[in-house]
């Protein structure tokens, strides 16, 4: 059995692919990184350095959607783990990248703490459903 989910339609995607579109060639994409603007801007990208943006062209995303890859694979240490793109079931990631946590307690939102990501690690690793971990160098700082 094959399980499979659209959550958009086709119209709907072509739509989202428009609007993606406006906003590269127009709006842009900050780039914090000198190189990567350098590569954008031999590649067809309007780029300004003093403010680290980058607008790119339909026809450079047009040109990398036909040249990347159709599937991949995402490896890890162990390679019984590594995990195909498209991959054949549902997978589910936690990415760690939880900057809010939803306190049902005091029924507020609030910055996430240590103890959070802890906590959702271990929910996470008692689901058979869990794909892979991504996990995020984070320094520990104060909040202002």
Not at 2 to 24: A, G, M, P, R, Y
Not at 35 to 53: H, Q, T
Not at 85 to 98: I, K
Request: with cysteine; glycine share 6%; proline share 6%.
């Amino acid at each position: 059995m094959k399980t499979q989910c659209q959550f958009l339609s086709e119209d709907e995607q072509s739509k989202v692919h428009k609007k993606s579109i406006k906003i590269l060639e127009e709006i842009g994409v900050k780039f914090l990184s000198a190189k990567a603007l350098k590569v954008l801007e031999k590649n067809g990208a309007k780029v300004d350095y003093s403010e680290k943006l980058a607008k790119i062209p339909r026809e450079m995303v047009d040109q990398a959607l036909k040249t990347a890859p159709k599937s991949f694979v995402l490896g890890a240490r162990n390679p019984e783990f590594d995990v195909p793109y498209p991959a054949p079931y549902t997978g589910y990631v936690l990415d760690c990248g939880g900057v809010f946590t939803f306190d049902y307690k005091k029924g507020q939102r609030r910055y996430s703490t240590l103890k959070d990501c802890e906590d959702a690690l271990r929910v996470f690793e008692e689901m058979s459903l869990g794909s892979y971990i991504w996990p995020h160098s984070v320094p520990d700082m104060e909040i202002t």
